[in-house]
């Protein structure tokens, strides 16, 4: 069985104190054949001030140490080199440059600025359940369109991590027109559906409504990624996401090398 990890994080991240030495050997420890080093590049943050105290990544080190252990771990792990760009359209300019500049892997685009704000905090839940989750998923489909190279629409859901409503998982009922415009974008650029496993209230997101949807549109390419950002996390729910695929019609869960999408059945 091939056990793909697509989007993980390690002390290259500002949110990660774990070395990455010790995320490959607990992935390897845990049965994961392939891992990908998707560390935070968060140039959304560097154009916003209120979040100009986030440390930035040091790319030269990251690819350079992420490069040394793909040939470290040669034979025991694949690992998978590459960034989760967080989708501000501002930055987009600046993801193009260093995505020129240094080479990939798998490049995640997630959300997690809407508007300026971070849809991870409190805050950001004042003005209500369907203003915050309507928001989100525009911004969302913005990203879809996302001027820089990537492979990975990532977390689909993450506006309901920390959300502090009943039943806070963001369903496709809430936002039919929107999802499937946002689900079409994903198939039309040939990009990959991330099925995370780090759910909120459900073991995975997005949940199954979205991911039917997502199937019934004629999608293929989805990605498992646990989101771990210490040892703990790695491979979180991977089994319920594999037999909720299965359950959905999903055949394989992919993953990236040089950017090319690698299929493994489900079995």
Known sequence: MFVADSHTHCNHSHDS????????????AKGASYMAMTDHCDKDYALIPE????????????????????????????????LECGYYAPADKL???????????????SVHVVN????????????GRKAAY????????????????????????YVARKAPFENRALRYEEFPDMFDEILRGIIQKG????????????????????????REL?????????????????????????EGLKALGFRYIFHYLDHKPVAAEID
């Open 191 to 214: 990009k990959a559906l991330e099925v995370n496993g780090r759910g909120t209230g459900i073991p995975y997101i997005p949940e199954d409504g979205i991911l039917r949807r997502y």
């Open 51 to 82: 979040f100009f105290d986030i440390k930035q990544i040091d790319l030269d080190s990251h690819f350079k140490q992420a490069r040394a252990l793909q040939e470290r771990y040669k034979g025991k792990l694949q690992i998978g080199v590459g």
């Open 17 to 28: 104190f774990v070395p990455p030495e010790e995320m490959i050997e607990n992935a390897i």
């Open 95 to 109: 993801y193009r440059e260093i995505l020129a500049q240094y080479p990939t892997d798998v490049v995640i685009n």
């Open 134 to 157: 309507g928001m989100y998923v525009q911004a969302v489909l913005d990203s879809v369109n996302a001027d820089f190279p990537y492979d990975i629409i990532g977390h689909i859901g």
């Open 218 to 242: 004629g999608g293929e390419l989805v990605t498992y990624g646990s989101d771990a950002h210490y040892p703990q996390l790695q491979l979180i729910h991977y089994n319920e996401v594999k």
């Open 116 to 127: 300026e704000e971070d849809c991870y905090y409190d805050s950001y839940f004042t003005r």
